[in-house]
């Protein structure tokens, strides 16, 4: 049983271009979530997704940033002119159910923006 | 919304030693309460977890312990070895299950 997958593991990026980060979840997983980890810092929250919606979309910056998770296909986190500040360790993971419980971690993908 | 704060920052035992991490939580509707592991550089992995029905738990050499009405929990490592050296983070979810809040993360270094 494959875990949860992430693409690409590293992404380097000029300011002002876009990046764009995908993640499948683990079979039979539908709730997808998005966090993204400065260096030496914690995870922070970005949005949950379930398919075709997003229910909590509180962690999102408000411009640049934006997440779909289609029917069919990976999760896709969308950031558009970045800048050195988005720099980070993005992590998504997935759950089973909703309504809480365990959810597990994708390797993530490193941004690095020069 | 739900803060989490997490002590020590860092962490130094000696092999064999029992390592422990609290953290607190403001968000008192918050009902489940998972543990991370992450070594550098990789994912963080789920170790344990607990919800707030129990007060305790234990898998092998990790135990969690939740107090509900002082809204803290701890994370206990007996027997520790080289290997359990890593960053450990607690967090806890909102009763929605939308989402979860980290602590700041605890270094630990366990030398042999």
């Known amino acids: 049983n494959a875990g949860v997958m992430q693409n690409p593991r590293h992404l380097v990026r000029r300011r002002g271009q876009e990046a764009r980060l995908r993640c499948s979840p683990m079979?039979?997983?539908?709730?997808v979530y998005w966090y993204r980890q400065l260096p030496e810092e914690g995870l922070k929250f970005m949005v949950y997704l379930q398919k075709e919606n997003i229910i909590d979309e509180s962690g999102m910056p408000k411009e640049r940033f934006s997440a779909e998770f289609p029917k069919e296909g990976p999760s896709i986190l969308r950031i558009q002119q970045v800048v050195r500040g988005d720099s980070a360790a993005y992590f998504c993971?997935?759950?089973?159910?909703?309504?809480?419980?365990?959810?597990?971690f994708g390797p993530g993908t490193r941004l690095t923006v020069t | 919304g739900e803060n989490v704060e997490q002590h020590p920052s860092t962490l130094s035992v000696q092999e064999g030693d029992s390592a422990v991490i609290k953290c607190t939580y403001s968000d008192s509707a918050s009902n489940y309460f998972p543990w991370y592991k992450q070594e550098l550089g990789k994912r963080p992995q789920l170790i344990i977890d607990?919800?707030?029905?129990?007060g305790e738990k234990k898998d092998q050499r990790i135990a969690v312990t939740l107090n509900k009405t002082a809204k803290h929990f701890s994370l206990h490592i007996t027997e520790t070895q080289p290997e359990d050296s890593a960053v450990y983070f607690c967090?806890?979810?909102?009763?929605?299950?939308?989402?979860?809040?980290f602590g700041g993360g605890t270094r630990v270094l366990v030398k042999p």
């Open positions: 993971a997935s759950s089973p159910r909703a309504g809480g419980g365990e959810q597990y």
């Open positions: 607990i919800r707030s029905n129990v």
């Open positions: 967090a806890a979810q909102d009763a929605a299950g939308n989402k979860l809040t």
């Open positions: 079979k039979g997983h539908s709730h």
